[in-house]
C-alpha cells in the first residue's frame, strides 16, 4: 500500500543511515524489545537535532504548511459561485461554494452561514431537496442575518412542499412571515407581496390538509446508506463472522476460516467496520474522511481545509477522536511520503484515548479471550507480525519512522491529552528532540507504533470502490465495468483471520467502510475458506505468484493450484471435460471425457467404479441459456437477478465436473463482477 507522493522521509532515512556509525548499529541490533529500540534511537543526539523544516519545505506537494483556513481565498470561492448561478450554471456554483465552505474560518460565522444559504439555493435549483434543508438548517444555526431570513424560511418551504412534508411546509411559511417583519433591505413593496403570496400558500395548504384528514409527513429521507448486516446468525466467537464461519488453528497455518457447514455461493459470510483506516491523501477533499464515501456535498472540517465529511455525524466521531490530533499535522504525513499502512499505525493510536492505551499496555502480552471484538486493541496486537524472522536493518527502518511518528504525537498534543489549538509552524520540527517529560510515553507509544508498523505489512487491507463511466441519457449505470480503484488502507481484525489461495472462494466488496465478505463458490463443511491476497491462479503464473507471496507475506503458499500446478484460464483445455466420479463410495478421482466420447458409462481409473456421463449432461444442458439470461441481466443492472442464474449455474456445475475449467470461472468471475457492483462506486 504505497502512496504516489515522493516525500522527504526517504532522504530523512538516508541522512540518519548514514549517520550511524557501527557501535550505534550493534548497540541497536543487541536490543530486544520494541520499547528499547525506539527510546535508544529517540536518545542518540543526531536524531534529536535533526531539522525536519528544511525537508518539509522543500516538498510542495502533499497540502499547504502550516496549516490555516483563508479567508480571503474563501470570499473569492464564493463570489465566482454567484457569478456562476447569474449564468445559470448552479453545478458549477456548487462546486465552487464547496471549495468556498473548505476555506472559511469558523470564526467568521456570519459568512459561513451565508455560504451554506447559498448552496442551499444552488441545491434546490439542482432538486437535491433534503441536502438543501440541511444546508439551511445548518445556516439558521451559524446565525445567518436576520434581515434575510425570510429567503432561506421560503427555500425550505418550497423544498418541504415538493417532498409532501406539508405540515412543516406550514410552520416554514410562518417562519417566512415572521422573518419579513425583520427584512428591513426589502422594499415595502416586494415585502407586501411576499406576505401576501406566502399567506395565500398558507391557506391553501391548510385547507388541503384539512380534507385530507391532516395526514402526518412522510418521514425525511436518510441521506447515509445503511449499514450491511449478516442475514443469519452471526459466530458467538467472532461476531463480525456468520455461524457458517469457524475459526480454526494448527502450528504452520496459524489461525484460519473453514466452513462449520455447507456453504452456498451468495451467502454473506463476514460484515466488519475497520479497527482503524485511512483515506489516502489524494481522496480527502473527494470523501469522507471518515467512511470513506464519495462527498457531493461536503462539510468541512472547522479547522483545517484538508479533510471533508459526509455528515455531522461523522465530522463529529473524528474530531472527538483522531482528527482532533491529526489535523495540524497531516500535511507532515503526506509530505513525508509515508505509505497509508505508516498513517493507520499512527491513527490506531489517535482514535482512542492516552488513558485507554496505558491501562491495558502491561497487559497486552497475555492472548486475549472472550468475544472477539473488532475495536479491540488487544485483537490487533495478536495479529501476525513475524518480528522473530525481521532483519535489524527492517527494525531500524521501521524504529526511524516510529521517531517520526511520535514527534508528530506530541506535536499533536496527544501526550498532553489535549487538541492543538495553535497552528504548527517550521520553527516546531527544526528539531526531533522529544521533550524529557514525555520518557515513558516515548517508551509506550513507540513500542505500540513500532508493533503496528509490522502487523500491518501483514494485515491491512485496501479498500477500493468501483469507478463507473457515466451513462448516455436513458440507460443503466453499468457498475460492473468498472474499474476498482484503491481509495483507502484499513485493518479489519477478523478478516485478518482469514487465510490466501489463489483460487479464493470468496469476494471482498465495501458498503462505506464495512467489509462484505461473500462466497462466490459452494464451500463444503470442513473446507477452508480463503480469501485472496493478490495474485489469482488464473491470470497470474505460479512462479510470480509464489514469488510475490513470499516477497510481500513471507509465506509459501500451498494452496490447491499451486500444489496441483493449475493451468492459467488461458491455457485451460476445452476439448474434454472433467467428470467428477460418482461412485457410491466418496472418490476424489476426476474423470477425463472427451467431447465426443460415445460411451455414456466411463470407468473410474481409481475406484474402478462406472460414472454415467450421460446423465451429468443432460444436468449442464441448460447451463449455456442460464449464463446468458445472467449476463442479459447484469448487462441491465439487475444484478440480484443475474446473481441468482449464475448461483444455479455452479450448483449445477459443482454436482458434476471437477474445476479448473473456462466455463466455471467465467461464471465465478461474472458472480463476483455482480457482487461488486453492490458495493461502494463513483460515477466518472
Given at each position: 500500500?504505497?502512496q504516489d507522493i515522493q516525500g522527504?522521509?526517504?532522504?530523512?532515512?538516508?541522512?540518519?543511515?548514514?549517520?550511524?556509525?557501527?557501535?550505534?548499529?550493534?548497540?541497536?541490533?543487541?536490543?530486544?524489545?520494541?520499547?528499547?529500540?525506539?527510546?535508544?534511537?529517540?536518545?542518540?543526539?543526531?536524531?534529536?537535532?535533526?531539522?525536519?523544516?528544511?525537508?518539509?519545505?522543500?516538498?510542495?506537494?502533499?497540502?499547504?504548511?502550516?496549516?490555516?483556513?483563508?479567508?480571503?481565498?474563501?470570499?473569492?470561492?464564493?463570489?465566482?459561485?454567484?457569478?456562476?448561478?447569474?449564468?445559470?450554471?448552479?453545478?458549477?456554483?456548487?462546486?465552487?461554494?464547496?471549495?468556498?465552505?473548505?476555506?472559511?474560518?469558523?470564526?467568521?460565522?456570519?459568512?459561513?452561514?451565508?455560504?451554506?444559504?447559498?448552496?442551499?439555493?444552488?441545491?434546490?435549483?439542482?432538486?437535491?431537496?433534503?441536502?438543501?434543508?440541511?444546508?439551511?438548517?445548518?445556516?439558521?444555526?451559524?446565525?445567518?442575518?436576520?434581515?434575510?431570513?425570510?429567503?432561506?424560511?421560503?427555500?425550505?418551504?418550497?423544498?418541504?412542499?415538493?417532498?409532501?412534508?406539508?405540515?412543516?411546509?406550514?410552520?416554514?411559511?410562518?417562519?417566512?412571515?415572521?422573518?419579513?417583519?425583520?427584512?428591513?433591505?426589502?422594499?415595502?413593496e416586494k415585502r407586501q407581496k411576499?406576505?401576501?403570496?406566502?399567506?395565500?400558500?398558507?391557506?391553501?395548504?391548510?385547507?388541503?390538509?384539512?380534507?385530507?384528514?391532516?395526514?402526518?409527513?412522510?418521514?425525511?429521507?436518510?441521506?447515509?446508506?445503511?449499514?450491511?448486516?449478516?442475514?443469519?446468525?452471526?459466530?458467538?466467537?467472532?461476531?463480525?463472522?456468520?455461524?457458517?464461519?469457524?475459526?480454526?488453528?494448527?502450528?504452520?497455518?496459524?489461525?484460519?476460516?473453514?466452513?462449520?457447514?455447507?456453504?452456498?455461493?451468495?451467502?454473506?459470510?463476514?460484515?466488519?467496520?475497520?479497527?482503524?483506516?485511512?483515506?489516502?491523501?489524494?481522496?480527502?477533499?473527494?470523501?469522507?474522511?471518515?467512511?470513506?464515501?464519495?462527498?457531493?456535498?461536503?462539510?468541512?472540517?472547522?479547522?483545517?481545509?484538508?479533510?471533508?465529511?459526509?455528515?455531522?455525524?461523522?465530522?463529529?466521531?473524528?474530531?472527538?477522536?483522531?482528527?482532533?490530533?491529526?489535523?495540524?499535522?497531516?500535511?507532515?504525513?503526506?509530505?513525508?511520503?509515508?505509505?497509508?499502512?505508516?498513517?493507520?499505525?499512527?491513527?490506531?493510536?489517535?482514535?482512542?484515548?492516552?488513558?485507554?492505551?496505558?491501562?491495558?499496555?502491561?497487559?497486552?502480552?497475555?492472548?486475549?479471550?472472550?468475544?472477539?471484538?473488532?475495536?479491540?486493541?488487544?485483537?490487533i496486537y495478536h495479529l501476525v507480525?513475524?518480528?522473530?524472522?525481521?532483519?535489524?536493518?527492517?527494525?531500524?527502518?521501521?524504529?526511524?519512522?516510529?521517531?517520526?511518528?511520535?514527534?508528530?504525537?506530541?506535536?499533536?498534543?496527544?501526550?498532553?491529552?489535549?487538541?492543538?489549538?495553535?497552528?504548527?509552524?517550521?520553527?516546531?520540527?527544526?528539531?526531533?528532540?522529544?521533550?524529557?517529560?514525555?520518557?515513558?510515553?516515548?517508551?509506550?507509544?513507540?513500542?505500540?507504533?513500532?508493533?503496528?508498523?509490522?502487523?500491518?505489512?501483514?494485515?491491512?487491507?485496501?479498500?477500493?470502490?468501483?469507478?463507473?463511466?457515466?451513462?448516455?441519457?436513458?440507460?443503466?449505470?453499468?457498475?460492473?465495468?468498472?474499474?476498482?480503484?484503491?481509495?483507502?488502507?484499513?485493518?479489519?481484525?477478523?478478516?485478518?483471520?482469514?487465510?490466501?489461495?489463489?483460487?479464493?472462494?470468496?469476494?471482498?466488496?465495501?458498503?462505506?467502510?464495512?467489509?462484505?465478505?461473500?462466497?462466490?463458490?459452494?464451500?463444503?463443511?470442513?473446507?477452508?475458506?480463503?480469501?485472496?491476497?493478490?495474485?489469482?491462479?488464473?491470470?497470474?503464473?505460479?512462479?510470480?505468484?509464489?514469488?510475490?507471496?513470499?516477497?510481500?507475506?513471507?509465506?509459501?503458499?500451498?494452496?490447491?493450484?499451486?500444489?496441483?500446478?493449475?493451468?492459467?484460464?488461458?491455457?485451460?483445455?476445452?476439448?474434454?471435460?472433467?467428470?467428477?466420479?460418482?461412485?457410491?463410495?466418496?472418490?476424489?478421482?476426476?474423470?477425463?471425457?472427451?467431447?465426443?466420447?460415445?460411451?455414456?458409462?466411463?470407468?473410474?481409473?481409481?475406484?474402478?467404479?462406472?460414472?454415467?456421463?450421460?446423465?451429468?449432461?443432460?444436468?449442464?444442458?441448460?447451463?449455456?441459456?442460464?449464463?446468458?439470461?445472467?449476463?442479459?441481466?447484469?448487462?441491465?443492472?439487475?444484478?440480484?437477478?443475474?446473481?441468482?442464474?449464475?448461483?444455479?449455474?455452479?450448483?449445477?456445475?459443482?454436482?458434476?465436473?471437477?474445476?479448473?475449467?473456462?466455463?466455471?470461472?467465467?461464471?465465478?468471475?461474472?458472480?463476483?463482477?455482480?457482487?461488486?457492483?453492490?458495493?461502494?462506486?463513483?460515477?466518472?
Amino acid at each position: 500500500m504505497t502512496q504516489d507522493i515522493q516525500g522527504f522521509f526517504k532522504k530523512f532515512h538516508d541522512n540518519i543511515n548514514n549517520a550511524i556509525d557501527d557501535v550505534t548499529r550493534n548497540n541497536f541490533a543487541n536490543l530486544e524489545s520494541n520499547s528499547k529500540r525506539v527510546s535508544y534511537l529517540s536518545s542518540l543526539p543526531f536524531i534529536r537535532n535533526y531539522d525536519l523544516s528544511t525537508d518539509v519545505r522543500e516538498v510542495q506537494v502533499g497540502g499547504d504548511f502550516p496549516v490555516k483556513k483563508e479567508l480571503e481565498k474563501s470570499r473569492t470561492l464564493k463570489d465566482e459561485g454567484n457569478k456562476a448561478v447569474q449564468k445559470g450554471d448552479w453545478i458549477k456554483s456548487l462546486q465552487l461554494y464547496n471549495q468556498s465552505l473548505l476555506f472559511m474560518p469558523q470564526k467568521e460565522s456570519e459568512e459561513l452561514a451565508i455560504v451554506y444559504a447559498n448552496r442551499s439555493a444552488a441545491l434546490n435549483h439542482l432538486e437535491q431537496f433534503e441536502e438543501a434543508l440541511s444546508d439551511i438548517q445548518r445556516c439558521l444555526s451559524l446565525g445567518y442575518p436576520r434581515h434575510l431570513r425570510y429567503k432561506v424560511y421560503e427555500r425550505r418551504a418550497r423544498c418541504l412542499l415538493v417532498l409532501k412534508r406539508n405540515q412543516e411546509a406550514i410552520k416554514a411559511f410562518q417562519d417566512t412571515i415572521s422573518a419579513l417583519d425583520e427584512a428591513n433591505n426589502l422594499n415595502k413593496e416586494k415585502r407586501q407581496k411576499l406576505r401576501t403570496d406566502t399567506k395565500l400558500m398558507l391557506e391553501v395548504l391548510n385547507k388541503g390538509l384539512v380534507l385530507a384528514g391532516n395526514p402526518k409527513d412522510p418521514e425525511p429521507l436518510k441521506k447515509t446508506p445503511p449499514k450491511p448486516k449478516l442475514p443469519g446468525k452471526q459466530n458467538s466467537q467472532y461476531p463480525a463472522a456468520s455461524d457458517a464461519i469457524q475459526i480454526d488453528y494448527d502450528n504452520d497455518k496459524g489461525r484460519f476460516a473453514t466452513a462449520s457447514k455447507d456453504i452456498q455461493a451468495g451467502e454473506i459470510l463476514l460484515v466488519e467496520k475497520p479497527h482503524s483506516g485511512v483515506l489516502l491523501g489524494e481522496y480527502c477533499k473527494s470523501h469522507c474522511q471518515n467512511c470513506f464515501i464519495k462527498c457531493p456535498i461536503p462539510i468541512p472540517c472547522p479547522t483545517c481545509p484538508n479533510v471533508i465529511f459526509c455528515s455531522e455525524k461523522c465530522l463529529k466521531v473524528a474530531i472527538q477522536s483522531y482528527h482532533g490530533y491529526e489535523c495540524h499535522i497531516l500535511p507532515l504525513l503526506w509530505k513525508s511520503g509515508c505509505s497509508v499502512t505508516c498513517h493507520i499505525a499512527l491513527r490506531m493510536i489517535t482514535q482512542k484515548s492516552k488513558e485507554y492505551f496505558t491501562q491495558i499496555y502491561n497487559d497486552l502480552e497475555s492472548k486475549p479471550s472472550g468475544i472477539y471484538k473488532t475495536d479491540d486493541y488487544k485483537n490487533i496486537y495478536h495479529l501476525v507480525a513475524h518480528e522473530d524472522k525481521r532483519t535489524k536493518q527492517d527494525l531500524l527502518h521501521r524504529s526511524q519512522m516510529t521517531i517520526f511518528l511520535l514527534k508528530l504525537l506530541e506535536l499533536s498534543g496527544y501526550f498532553e491529552v489535549k487538541h492543538r489549538e495553535k497552528e504548527i509552524n517550521l520553527d516546531d520540527i527544526k528539531t526531533l528532540e522529544i521533550g524529557e517529560t514525555y520518557s515513558d510515553d516515548i517508551a509506550l507509544f513507540g513500542s505500540l507504533i513500532l508493533k503496528n508498523l509490522q502487523i500491518l505489512q501483514f494485515n491491512a487491507h485496501e479498500v477500493f470502490e468501483l469507478h463507473c463511466p457515466k451513462p448516455k441519457v436513458g440507460q443503466y449505470i453499468i457498475k460492473h465495468d468498472g474499474k476498482s480503484t484503491f481509495l483507502a488502507g484499513a485493518v479489519f481484525p477478523t478478516l485478518a483471520l482469514f487465510n490466501h489461495s489463489c483460487d479464493p472462494g470468496v469476494v471482498r466488496y465495501f458498503c462505506g467502510p464495512y467489509v462484505v465478505v461473500r462466497a462466490v463458490k459452494n464451500i463444503k463443511a470442513g473446507q477452508e475458506v480463503a480469501e485472496n491476497y493478490g495474485p489469482i491462479f488464473t491470470t497470474v503464473p505460479k512462479q510470480k505468484r509464489q514469488a510475490e507471496l513470499k516477497d510481500q507475506y513471507w509465506f509459501d503458499c500451498s494452496c490447491v493450484p499451486c500444489e496441483q500446478n493449475w493451468p492459467m484460464y488461458s491455457e485451460m483445455t476445452e476439448n474434454y471435460m472433467r467428470f467428477k466420479c460418482d461412485s457410491d463410495r466418496p472418490c476424489p478421482n476426476v474423470i477425463p471425457v472427451p467431447y465426443d466420447c460415445k460411451e455414456f458409462m466411463v470407468q473410474c481409473g481409481l475406484c474402478q467404479q462406472y460414472t454415467n456421463i450421460l446423465r451429468g449432461l443432460k444436468s449442464l444442458q441448460d447451463t449455456e441459456i442460464m449464463y446468458k439470461l445472467g449476463r442479459a441481466a447484469m448487462a441491465e443492472g439487475k444484478y440480484g437477478e443475474a446473481m441468482k442464474k449464475f448461483i444455479e449455474m455452479l450448483k449445477l456445475y459443482d454436482a458434476t465436473l471437477s474445476p479448473p475449467y473456462q466455463s466455471y470461472y467465467d461464471c465465478v468471475q461474472d458472480l463476483r463482477r455482480c457482487m461488486l457492483a453492490l458495493g461502494n462506486y463513483s460515477i466518472v
